[in-house]
């Protein structure tokens, strides 16, 4: 049964800090039992079936690496209509597709969630490997602090 808040991680693990949002969820999963009212799903890299799994949930929250013209390792929060899409398609991936052209098509179809939040965090290094960069290593306890924020606020509501 789906809870009615969800948080996504996205990314591809194999392009270094690409895969940062994969990584959250993975340290999310290990503490998931603070959090009995949220799922908790790496999506990779996403594709069509993010529909499915955003459908008729109360608050969706997503994190992905992000080129935000900022210092590597920013993280910042964002609403959907606060950003536009740039984003460079590797074609390593047949799932790959546009985050924000689903939310759209989830709107579209009627099964937009209530309230979407984007975390996105500015890379360091986008290429093939498996390992994060060490600035966004170092900083991955900063990023699990400002999501649980963001989920207690969730939980309060």
């Known amino acids: 049964m789906k809870k009615k808040i969800l948080v996504l991680g996205l990314g591809n693990p194999l392009m270094a800090d690409e895969g940062i949002g994969c990584r959250i969820i993975e340290r ?3 503490q998931a039992s ?3 009212n949220i799922d908790f799903i790496d999506a990779g890299t996403g594709g069509m079936a993010i529909l499915y799994l955003i459908a008729d949930r109360q608050k969706v ?3 992905d690496c992000a080129y935000m013209g900022t210092k590597p390792g ?3 929060r964002f609403k959907q209509n606060d950003v536009q899409s740039i984003k460079k398609l590797t074609h390593l991936s047949l799932h790959e597709i546009d985050i924000l052209k689903v ?3 989830a709107k579209q179809l009627g099964h937009y969630p209530d309230e979407v939040v984007i975390f996105g965090i500015e890379p ?3 290429e093939q490997g498996q390992s994060l960069s060490e600035t966004i290593s170092q900083r991955i306890d900063e990023y699990i602090t400002v999501i649980s924020a963001e ?3 969730s939980a309060e509501e």
Do not use: A, N, Q
Request: aromatic residues 14%; glycine residues 0%; hydrophobic residues 55%.
């Open 28 to 30: 999310f999963l290990t």
């Open 34 to 36: 603070k959090y009995p």
């Open 61 to 63: 929250i997503f994190i």
């Open 74 to 76: 920013t993280i910042k």
């Open 103 to 105: 939310i759209d098509l």
């Open 124 to 126: 360091e290094i986008i």
């Open 151 to 153: 989920l207690k606020l």
